[in-house]
């Protein structure tokens, strides 16, 4: 370095208070040609809880001999601890996925604090099975918050992992293959990388979607062959999915209003919500209803709660869901009640049966009904990933259910839960019949199922940005029982 002595001092001690060009190094069993996803993160403790602020993210390969090097972004924090969250993955190797120097949720922690992983070949096709569904599973997310670049490269590594997988174990393939059902839904793939956050069917076969990407959020219209009818930028960078259909109108909650449109994104009304949200609380769903919205709440503490807005904006009802930690979906009764499905919080039972089959779930997902606004919320059924009204009843959708006696493969992964189900609720709350849906390639627990028009049941996921879509009758739904309590 060159300059006045004292100008150099100075920029010395700014580096070591903030970091210049400060980089994180690894290596990966010694290996080339590991994919490397990094997030760079600042931890601070508190008394109860650690507080986590995301700083960017990486996607690298290992080099020759197995060396990465990555560049975290922001310097070195002035308080609290830096912090690296790696996903590492090459075919034919064990998985790692957390944090270098542990703790992993995935993979052995063999890996010093000098960021060395020591990562063993996989032997049997469970093994290598397991560590790519493990990598596939973490796509999704990932590319929420990737550029378009990034999650392309992520995606590709997935793809090339998954045809190692054929091609080394065609045998062991083939025959899990075989154990599939038939899929009866019309899958249709979206040009948006970073998948839809919502989707809602239209008359005619069309679609429309809240998209997200690098460049933000947009409100998307597609008809049935999939072409781009419109698109309206959003002002939420990460907007929550509410997003509804009545009749002609398109409702979406967006940067403090709710706003309307036409099918074809012709503009309608701009209704702001009063009072005003607290700038930390989100909401989560919308509903058009007789007496103006329905619309649920994330608050920024606390549980999950459902509120009725007037056509002109103002709170009518306002109800707190103790059961309920985030409001996926609200619904209003022909009674005059509310039926919501959330993120279930309390005493519920992680190991959850839903028709007599078991579901292990860490956030169990329920639908929980509002009588009247005076009422208490009772949860209905749980285990429940997406629900939908279908004219005089709901249809709720639950998956990767098993049989009980194959609990302990299922917890190991090395049998894939196949069992998806659709439960009949009345709007009274009465839970009916079970029925069995012979599909399998939805591959995603985080779904929505979105309202019937002209009779089909459309099934939205983020997994290659896909949405699946049948009449009811295409499903050729066989009944399991009588009940799903």
């Not at 957390?98 to 890996?111: D, F, K, L």
């Not at 990598?135 to 990932?142: K, M, N, Q």
């Not at 779930?361 to 009204?389: F, H, I, K, N, Q």
Request: proline share 6%.
């Amino acid at each position: 370095m060159t300059g006045h002595p004292r100008r150099r001092s100075v920029v010395a001690l700014l580096c070591s208070l903030v970091g210049c060009g400060q980089t994180v190094d690894g290596n990966v069993s010694g290996e080339a040609g590991f994919l490397v996803v990094a997030r760079h993160e600042t931890h601070l403790a508190a008394i109860t809880e650690t507080s986590r602020t995301v700083h960017g993210y990486e996607v690298t390969t290992t080099r020759q001999g197995g060396d990465f090097t990555l560049h975290p972004a922001g310097g070195r924090p002035l308080v609290g601890q830096r912090a690296t969250w790696v996903m590492l993955s090459k075919p034919g190797f064990e998985a790692y996925i957390g944090y270098m120097g542990g703790p992993a949720s995935v993979g052995v922690e063999r890996v010093d604090q000098g960021g060395r992983f020591q990562l063993e070949a996989t032997r049997t096709y469970r093994e290598e099975r397991l560590a790519a569904w493990h990598v596939e599973r973490e796509a999704d997310p990932l590319c929420d918050r990737l550029t378009d670049d990034q999650c392309s490269l992520v995606r590709a590594h997935v793809a090339q992992r998954l045809s190692w997988l054929g091609e080394h174990y065609p045998e062991e393939a083939a025959a899990v293959e075989a154990r599939r059902p038939e899929n009866p839904f019309d899958i249709r793939a979206t040009s948006w990388t970073a998948g839809p956050r919502a989707a809602i069917p239209l008359p005619g076969g069309a679609l429309a979607l809240i998209a997200t990407s690098a460049a933000g959020s947009r409100l998307v219209v597609l008809d049935a062959s999939d072409t781009q009818v419109g698109s309206i930028e959003l002002n939420d960078e990460d907007p929550a999915p509410a997003l509804h259909w009545s009749g002609e109108t398109i409702a979406v909650y967006d940067g403090g209003a709710i706003k309307t449109f036409g099918p074809d994104l012709s503009r309608g009304s701009d209704v702001r919500l009063q009072p005003s949200l607290d700038s930390r609380d989100r909401v989560t769903s919308l509903a058009l209803v007789d007496e103006g919205f329905l619309v649920g709440v994330q608050p920024a503490t606390g549980a999950g709660r459902v509120r009725l807005y007037g056509p002109d904006g103002h709170r009518l009802e306002d109800r707190e869901l103790p059961d309920v930690k985030r409001v996926l979906r609200v619904f209003a009764t022909p009674d005059g009640g509310v039926m919501a499905h959330g993120v279930l919080v309390g005493p519920f039972d992680y190991d959850v049966r839903v028709g007599g089959m078991k579901k292990e779930d860490g956030m169990p997902r329920g639908l929980v009904r509002l009588a009247d606004w005076g009422a208490e919320p009772e949860v209905l059924l749980t285990g429940v990933d997406s629900v939908a009204p279908a004219g005089d009843r709901l249809l709720a959708y639950a998956r990767d259910l098993y049989a009980p006696e194959d609990h302990r493969l299922v917890l190991a992964g090395l049998d894939e839960p196949i069992r998806q189900v659709l439960v009949e609720v009345s709007w009274g709350g009465e839970v009916g019949p079970t029925h069995v849906v012979t599909d399998d390639r939805l591959g995603t627990r985080d779904l929505l199922v979105a309202p019937p028009v002209e009779d089909r049941l459309v099934l939205h996921e983020n997994v290659s940005s896909r949405l699946s879509a049948a009449t009811i009758a295409e499903l050729d739904l066989r009944e399991l029982g009588e009940s799903a309590r």
